[in-house]
């Protein structure tokens, strides 16, 4: 495929127990962000990777949230002890690179939902 | 006040009607993304720009850096445009700043 992926699309979770979840990014591109969309709210940044590290880290809620790369290509977001406040769609993107002219290519999300 | 605000918040039109959604920000920008969302959620990107106007189709994006302001012009619309209209902000090279999106409708 082409396109940025996503798994798993739908996540049901109960409120205190860790998920991962996963982003396949756009082969070649170096970059890749992480976005949270809560219902009835707009996006919000997360985290963003260049290669294997993350510069700007400044958008994760809380300390329950860590995200990692390998390889320079997928990464894993992990949310630890979830609480129902993490309820929402988290979104992936990548580009190219990290200029400025680079356009995001988003992958599908993932719907996670906290009881 | 958000860093990046999107007007109308909803938009209900006709099918044939010419469309504008604006998106103010308050700080310089390197980039100025115009996003569309459909109601499965997947999101599309249909413009970046940095100056002057990009059109493609019937989809039509300008900016003035200037007044720190845009628009998305929608012609002669039609019941699959409709969607959630994002405008999002790039400063720098990192990450992108939302706007609160423009639910529009596009009754036949």
């Known amino acids: 495929g082409a396109g940025v992926s996503q798994s798993p699309s739908n996540k049901v979770t109960e409120k205190g127990k860790d998920v991962e979840l996963r982003c396949d990014p756009i082969s070649g591109h170096t970059a890749l962000y992480w976005y949270r969309q809560s219902l009835g709210q707009g996006l919000e940044f997360l985290i963003y990777?260049?290669?294997?590290?993350?510069?700007?880290k400044s958008g994760l809620p809380s300390d329950r949230f860590s995200a990692e790369r390998t390889g320079g290509s997928v990464s894993t977001l992990t949310i630890q002890r979830t609480q129902q406040e993490d309820s929402a769609v988290y979104l992936c993107a990548s580009s190219l690179t990290s200029g400025a002219n680079n356009e995001q290519f988003f992958g599908p999300g993932t719907r996670l939902t906290v009881l | 006040k958000n860093e990046v605000e999107q007007s109308p918040q909803n938009l209900t039109a006709q099918e044939g009607e010419f469309i504008t959604i604006n998106c103010s920000y308050s700080v310089g920008i390197s980039a100025l993304h115009w996003l569309q969302q459909h109601p499965g959620g997947g999101i599309v990107s249909l413009f970046m720009l940095s100056s002057g106007k990009k059109k493609h189709g019937r989809l039509i994006a300008t900016i003035n850096i200037q007044e720190k302001h845009s628009s998305l012009h929608i012609t002669a619309s039609h019941p699959r445009d409709s969607a959630v209209y994002i405008c999002a902000t790039r400063r720098g090279a990192q990450k992108l700043v939302f706007g609160q999106g423009t639910r529009l409708t596009i009754n036949p």
């Open positions: 990777f260049q290669g294997n590290s993350a510069p700007d």
